[in-house]
Protein backbone atom coordinates (compact mmCIF):
# COMPACT_ATOMS: atom_id res chain seq x y z
CA UNK A 1 0.00 0.00 0.00
CA UNK A 2 0.72 3.52 -0.79
CA UNK A 3 -0.30 6.55 0.71
CA UNK A 4 -0.28 10.00 -0.79
CA UNK A 5 -0.42 13.76 0.68
CA UNK A 6 -1.11 17.04 -1.09
CA UNK A 7 -0.06 20.32 -0.23
CA UNK A 8 1.02 23.51 -1.64
CA UNK A 9 -2.53 24.44 -3.23
CA UNK A 10 -4.13 28.21 -3.01
CA UNK A 11 -5.74 31.14 -5.04
CA UNK A 12 -3.15 32.95 -7.13
CA UNK A 13 -3.59 35.77 -9.38
CA UNK A 14 -2.57 34.47 -13.50
CA UNK A 15 0.94 34.63 -14.70
CA UNK A 16 1.71 33.56 -10.71
CA UNK A 17 3.65 30.41 -10.01
CA UNK A 18 2.66 27.85 -7.16
CA UNK A 19 4.31 25.13 -6.09
CA UNK A 20 2.83 21.73 -5.06
CA UNK A 21 3.85 18.75 -3.19
CA UNK A 22 3.39 15.22 -2.71
CA UNK A 23 4.67 13.08 0.48
CA UNK A 24 4.48 9.30 -0.38
CA UNK A 25 4.14 6.83 2.20
CA UNK A 26 4.10 2.66 2.83
CA UNK A 27 6.41 -0.28 2.46
CA UNK A 28 7.07 0.02 -1.44
CA UNK A 29 6.07 3.43 -2.66
CA UNK A 30 9.92 3.41 -4.50
CA UNK A 31 8.35 0.76 -7.11
CA UNK A 32 5.77 3.48 -8.30
CA UNK A 33 5.44 5.93 -10.98
CA UNK A 34 4.59 9.07 -9.88
CA UNK A 35 1.80 11.22 -11.46
CA UNK A 36 0.08 14.64 -11.32
CA UNK A 37 -3.67 14.93 -12.82
CA UNK A 38 -5.85 17.80 -12.62
CA UNK A 39 -9.93 17.90 -12.31
CA UNK A 40 -11.96 20.97 -13.15
CA UNK A 41 -15.25 21.43 -12.41
CA UNK A 42 -17.97 19.32 -14.94
CA UNK A 43 -14.49 18.21 -16.60
CA UNK A 44 -12.78 14.75 -16.23
CA UNK A 45 -9.76 14.19 -14.62
CA UNK A 46 -6.66 14.68 -16.82
CA UNK A 47 -3.03 13.90 -16.79
CA UNK A 48 -0.64 16.80 -16.28
CA UNK A 49 2.85 15.14 -15.62
CA UNK A 50 4.84 12.16 -14.42
CA UNK A 51 8.31 10.95 -13.29
CA UNK A 52 9.98 7.95 -12.10
CA UNK A 53 11.52 8.21 -8.21
CA UNK A 54 15.14 8.34 -10.01
CA UNK A 55 14.04 11.58 -11.79
CA UNK A 56 14.45 9.88 -15.51
CA UNK A 57 11.63 10.86 -17.72
CA UNK A 58 9.53 13.66 -16.82
CA UNK A 59 6.06 13.19 -18.97
CA UNK A 60 4.12 16.23 -19.53
CA UNK A 61 0.49 17.28 -20.64
CA UNK A 62 0.71 19.29 -24.07
CA UNK A 63 -1.34 21.82 -22.12
CA UNK A 64 1.05 22.34 -19.61
CA UNK A 65 4.67 21.67 -21.17
CA UNK A 66 7.55 24.84 -20.97
CA UNK A 67 5.19 26.00 -17.39
CA UNK A 68 5.06 23.18 -15.26
CA UNK A 69 8.15 21.08 -13.52
CA UNK A 70 7.65 17.91 -12.33
CA UNK A 71 10.29 16.65 -9.99
CA UNK A 72 11.33 13.95 -7.23
CA UNK A 73 13.21 13.51 -4.32
CA UNK A 74 13.25 10.18 -3.02
CA UNK A 75 15.23 11.25 0.08
CA UNK A 76 12.21 12.94 1.74
CA UNK A 77 9.68 11.02 0.14
CA UNK A 78 8.41 13.77 -2.15
CA UNK A 79 7.42 14.55 -5.48
CA UNK A 80 7.19 18.37 -7.01
CA UNK A 81 4.96 19.94 -9.28
CA UNK A 82 6.37 23.65 -9.84
CA UNK A 83 3.83 25.90 -11.78
CA UNK A 84 4.57 28.96 -13.42
CA UNK A 85 2.93 31.30 -15.64
CA UNK A 86 -0.46 30.12 -14.47
CA UNK A 87 -3.51 30.91 -16.22
CA UNK A 88 -7.17 31.04 -15.45
CA UNK A 89 -7.77 27.40 -16.97
CA UNK A 90 -5.29 25.57 -14.43
CA UNK A 91 -7.84 26.48 -12.02
CA UNK A 92 -8.70 22.72 -10.71
CA UNK A 93 -8.41 19.72 -7.79
CA UNK A 94 -4.79 18.39 -8.38
CA UNK A 95 -4.49 15.00 -7.87
CA UNK A 96 -0.99 13.29 -7.16
CA UNK A 97 -0.91 9.23 -8.65
CA UNK A 98 1.07 6.32 -8.14
CA UNK A 99 0.90 3.87 -10.61
CA UNK A 100 3.09 0.38 -11.54
CA UNK A 101 2.63 0.52 -15.26
CA UNK A 102 4.87 1.77 -17.23
CA UNK A 103 2.21 3.93 -19.11
CA UNK A 104 1.58 7.32 -17.37
CA UNK A 105 -0.69 9.47 -19.42
CA UNK A 106 -3.83 7.01 -18.55
CA UNK A 107 -5.62 7.45 -14.77
CA UNK A 108 -7.17 3.59 -15.03
CA UNK A 109 -3.40 2.83 -14.47
CA UNK A 110 -3.37 4.39 -11.46
CA UNK A 111 -2.98 2.63 -8.26
CA UNK A 112 -3.19 4.78 -5.54
CA UNK A 113 -4.19 8.52 -5.35
CA UNK A 114 -4.37 11.16 -2.72
CA UNK A 115 -6.66 13.57 -1.70
CA UNK A 116 -6.15 16.63 -3.68
CA UNK A 117 -5.53 20.29 -3.71
CA UNK A 118 -7.56 23.03 -5.11
CA UNK A 119 -5.49 25.67 -7.15
CA UNK A 120 -7.11 28.67 -8.13
CA UNK A 121 -6.14 30.72 -10.89
CA UNK A 122 -8.23 34.61 -11.21
CA UNK A 123 -7.69 36.34 -14.21
Known amino acids: QVQLVESGGGLVQADASLRLSCVAS????????MGWFRQAPGKEREFVASISWSNLYPVYADSVKGRFTISADSAKNTVYLQMTSLKPEDTAVYYCAATISSSSRHRWNYNFWGQGTQVTVSS
Open 26 to 33: GSTWRRYL
